[in-house]
């Protein structure tokens, strides 16, 4: 049993009121776990106090938590977990980008309301360098907002709203790296040996080396190596994102306590979901790549179990961008198992998406996903097609090989498929970190542009943007109806394309993910109700599906997914299975050309029956006129049992 599980048990049992005997009772059944995982990490935790200085700084935090937030995390601890319901539908966006500022933000809220969409996750708004701040996810200081966003009050102001007109906010926590002008770098710069402990700092290049010899490059065109010369403090620190990104060390007990004070900031503001940035990299060991490493997965443990005590309200997102078997771990396993992160990126069906789209077959999709253990119950997916960063090809390499292709040349065909190096592609988009000593590479763009329609509208092609048109509402079906909190990326709702001004501009031109990092495109959004178009059309479709989705209560995420095979290549079909022999079947085909599936294979699924079915996009009951269903290209269908 989880201990969030344990603790609505154990609420049951206590005063309603008294919302501080609650406190104590989440801190005492969470002590001895505290306590283990607290000493795997630190095995001098107790001796050295650093554990009694845990504990003496839980009650501190809890007391800076808001009545309002406290009675909250109370109802939540007793209600069913909101994030696996039906009616949850997200929102990825910039503040600037969106409309201007956190002010603007709230002016569109209505906005949000017309399409559906009740979570919104704002993109960094924290201080950041003036230069390069990789869009906010090198931070200055974890409580301050940047103003250009507004001021706390705005945010407040924000939050509150946004509580009574029960919409969730998720926000970022990089809890991997501070940015070089944080005040503990500054402090570190200037030789105070107490901060340059904050980090991983080195006298010279022996250890630095060492660990090379096994670390990968994440951004290998703009930050090679994974180590940073800082003449100010004559000494080398660990960079291994950008060099302005320097990783926090978690080795240093000082750093986890200073952290989790500003992690408790953060919820304090009135977030739902805390987006636990890079956490793959919170371990770095000599002689691995230092990513996904068992104590990576003890420190998450433990921020969850002192929020679990403090703000049991919140959840947090793992954002973990890594293989398919190391994805679920986040989850938690063993004794952390629930009690890590509630909800991660399903960044395995987003690549296999984009994977299928190129090749029109399904057949990895099936491996894969067929490969992945179940989650734990309290568990949820976000399922997306795109967002703010690139696409990485994280395939595993075992299931490209069993079908019978070569995984370096296969990925090789997605880069050229998906970054105009084929003719043929339909696709428009752009190459991201290309690092030729090894030959990987990720992919960028907007899902629009990616699925053809910046060329159809250039060659004035009306064939080719209906079809990209239909390839956009047939992948965000997917994501709205697979399980987990389907998140739509501002703009890909009206089928934004790539936005090139990054070029122009010297602190972004090296990152091609600014390409699908657009303004809000407000005219375009004001035309969708009035003109016809692929906008418009991509606009009504999105929220006609998302409206369907909320009245679809087989959509709640129950681990209630199930892959159906079927013997058509470019076929996807899985099913939502609901109470007693209801349940709602997903049927996709990612070919350019209709597809058949014979009728008995279906009807043996309990669907069709008497050829007849509820369709649900359509919202309407249809025949089946003949033994077998037809699927016009990138055709995708919700069918309801009868
Ligand atoms: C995450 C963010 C990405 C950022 C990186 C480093 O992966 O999504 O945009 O560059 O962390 O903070």
Same mark, same amino acid.
Request: charged share 20%; with cysteine.
């Given at each position: ?309 403090? +703000?049991?309200? /919140?959840?947090?997102? =793992?954002?973990?961008?890594? #293989?398919?078997?190391? &994805? *679920?771990?986040?989850? %938690? ?122 060329? +159809?509208?250039? /060659?004035?092609?009306? =064939?080719?943007?209906?079809? #990209?048109?239909?390839? &956009? *509402?047939?992948?965000? %079906? ?138 649900? &996009? ?25």
């Amino acid at each position: 049993m989880n201990q969030a599980a344990l603790h609505k048990l154990l609420a049951q049992t206590t005063k309603p009121k008294d919302l501080d005997a609650h406190f104590e009772l989440r801190l005492a059944t969470n002590l001895t776990l505290l306590k283990d995982l607290f000493l795997a990490i630190y095995p001098k935790g107790i001796e050295s106090g650093a554990f009694n200085d845990l504990l003496t700084l839980l009650p501190k935090l809890y007391k800076t938590r808001s009545h309002t937030l406290r009675e909250q995390d109370l109802s939540r601890i007793n209600s069913g977990n909101w994030y696996q319901s039906e009616k949850i539908m997200g929102m990825q966006l910039y503040v600037d980008h969106f409309n201007k500022d956190l002010n603007g933000l709230q002016q569109k809220l209505s906005y949000f309301e017309d399409l559906g969409i009740n979570l919104l996750h704002l993109m960094p708004i924290t201080t950041r360098p003036k230069g390069e701040n990789d869009g906010g996810y090198a931070v200055n200081d974890y409580t301050a907002i940047d103003k250009r966003y507004g001021t706390k009050k705005d945010l407040d102001g924000l939050t509150t709203t946004l509580r009574a007109k029960k919409m969730y906010l998720m926000l970022d926590f990089v809890v991997n790296h501070t940015s070089n002008e944080h005040s503990w770098a500054k402090k570190a710069k200037a030789g105070q040996k107490k901060y340059q402990d904050y980090y991983y700092t080195y006298p010279d290049r022996t250890i630095p080396n060492e660990f090379e010899k096994s670390l990968p490059e994440i951004f290998p065109e703009t930050s090679p190596g994974n180590y940073t010369y800082v003449p100010e403090m004559d000494k080398w620190v660990m960079t291994v994102f950008n060099s302005y990104q320097w990783d926090l060390n978690y080795t240093n007990p000082q750093v986890f306590m200073e952290m989790l004070a500003n992690l408790v900031k953060l919820v304090n503001l009135g977030v739902d979901i805390v987006r636990f940035d890079a956490l793959a990299f919170l371990w770095k060991k000599m002689g691995t790549d230092s990513q996904n490493l068992p104590e990576a997965h003890t420190i998450i443990a433990l921020f969850k179990m002192c929020l679990q005590v403090v +703000a049991p309200g /919140t959840i947090l997102l =793992a954002e973990a961008i890594v #293989a398919p078997l190391n &994805i *679920i771990r986040y989850f %938690g396993e063993g004794n952390k198992e629930g009690n890590e992160c509630e909800v991660a990126y399903n960044a395995s069906l987003m690549a296999l998406l984009w994977n299928s789209m190129a090749t029109k077959k399904t057949a990895l999709l099936y491996k894969t996903i067929a490969n992945i253990p179940t989650k734990p119950q309290d568990a949820t997916w976000i399922n997306y097609i795109r967002c703010h960063d690139d696409i990485g090809l994280g395939l595993d390499d075992r299931f490209i090989n069993e079908m019978g292709w070569n995984p370096q040349g296969h990925r090789k065909f997605l880069l050229d498929y998906y970054c105009q190096n084929l003719a043929w592609s339909p696709a428009k988009g752009l190459m991201f970190m290309y690092n030729p000593k090894n030959g990987d590479g990720r992919i960028t763009g907007s899902a629009a542009s990616l699925l053809g329609l910046e060329k +159809a509208l250039e /060659t004035n092609d009306v =064939a080719l943007q209906e079809q #990209a048109v239909d390839k &956009i *509402i047939m992948l965000h %079906g997917i994501i709205l109806s697979f399980g987990g909190i389907p998140f739509i990326y501002a703009g890909d709702e009206i089928g934004t394309l790539n936005d090139y001004s990054f070029l122009k501009d010297a602190n972004k031109k090296e990152d091609s993910r600014w390409a699908n990092r657009p303004q809000q495109d407000w005219a375009t959004i004001a035309s969708v109700k009035k003109k016809k178009g692929p906008q418009a059309t991509i606009f009504g479709s999105l929220k006609n599906m998302i409206a369907r989705r909320k009245k679809t209560p087989e959509f709640a995420d129950g681990n209630n997914m199930v892959l159906h095979h079927t013997s058509n290549e470019h076929i996807l079909i899985f099913e939502r299975t609901g109470a007693t022999n209801e349940g709602v079947l997903v049927i996709s085909n990612f070919d350019e050309h209709t597809q058949v599936l014979d009728g008995n294979r279906i009807a043996k699924l309990g669907y069709l029956k008497d050829q007849k079915y509820h369709d649900i &996009i359509a919202n309407q009951s249809t025949q089946l006129n003949s033994g077998f269903l037809a699927l016009s290209p990138y055709q995708l269908l919700w069918l309801k049992k009868y």
